[in-house]
Nanobody, 120 residues
Framework: QVRLVESGGGLVQIGGSLRLSCAAAARTFSSYTMGWFRQPPGKEREFVAAVSWSGVSTRYTDSVKGRFTISRDNAKNTVYLQMNSLKPEDTAVYYC?????????????WGQGTQVTVSS
């Protein structure tokens, strides 16, 4: 079982940056593939990024490539999402997720979400 708690969301201007954190309560955090998803207002939840248990392999949705970076610190049981050059279309509730599967999921464990709002 994994409990996930996101933090770091908020209101940011267009072009600004935010770093989301996800703290995991899990005995074997380093054995989980971790991911970030988001749900824009009125839309379905969508994949954003994922990182392998070792941190070596990563995967991103096309719309965030070059702007977002996912990373993890297994010593701190934490995964991060650094978001730069933010756009209004990045506005969403961002969810942390975990799976014992591969980098493509499926993801079985979810946090409660943190709101990111990008505004002019």
């Amino acid at each position: 079982q994994v409990r996930l708690v996101e933090s770091g969301g908020g209101l940011v201007q267009i072009g600004g940056s935010l770093r989301l954190s996800c703290a995991a309560a899990a005995r074997t955090f380093s054995s989980y593939t971790m991911g970030w998803f988001r749900q824009p207002p009125g839309k379905e939840r969508e994949f954003v990024a994922a990182v392998s248990w070792s941190g070596v392999s990563t995967r991103y949705t096309d719309s965030v490539k070059g702007r977002f970076t996912i990373s993890r610190d297994n010593a701190k049981n934490t995964v991060y999402l650094q978001m730069n050059s933010l756009k209004p279309e990045d506005t969403a509730v961002y969810y942390c997720a975990a799976t014992r599967g591969g980098i493509s999921g499926p993801f079985n464990y979810w946090g409660q979400g943190t709101q990111v709002t990008v505004s002019s």
